[in-house]
């Protein structure tokens, strides 16, 4: 992975005690307030509340962080990992029991007011 644990770690901090939203292309996943983050072993763990409960929800580690503004982007595209050769016959090789549902997708983490879904 090219995603230092200090680096995933710094784009989350600024998201601290506010409201946020974390979407893909398509959706809003979840939203809440971002109490804490832990980073452990292959995901970091966010601890959002909102209005009822207070849920965890974890995410992988990206392959690679960018800012765009406001927003940070977690990048899980296969061809950020896999930037030679074939990336279809490469996908292949990959262990697909555990795969997540945001491989070969963008996930957003944003200030709710900035949500436009």
Request: proline letters at 3%; a positive charge; one cysteine or more.
């Amino acid at each position: 992975m090219n995603v230092s644990l200090e680096k995933l770690s710094e784009h989350l901090k600024p998201y601290l005690l506010q409201d946020i939203a974390i979407c893909t292309d398509r959706k809003i996943i979840r939203r809440g307030k971002l109490r804490i983050f832990q980073i452990k072993q292959h995901y970091a763990k966010l601890t959002l509340e909102d209005e009822l409960r207070t849920r965890v929800y974890e995410i992988p580690y990206p392959f690679e962080i960018t800012t765009c503004g406001s927003k940070t982007v977690f990048c899980y595209k296969l061809n950020r990992l896999l930037n030679f050769g074939d990336l279809d016959l490469q996908a292949k090789f990959l262990d697909s029991s555990k795969k997540s549902k945001l491989y070969n997708e963008n996930l957003y983490i944003m200030p709710l007011r900035d949500v436009d879904f």
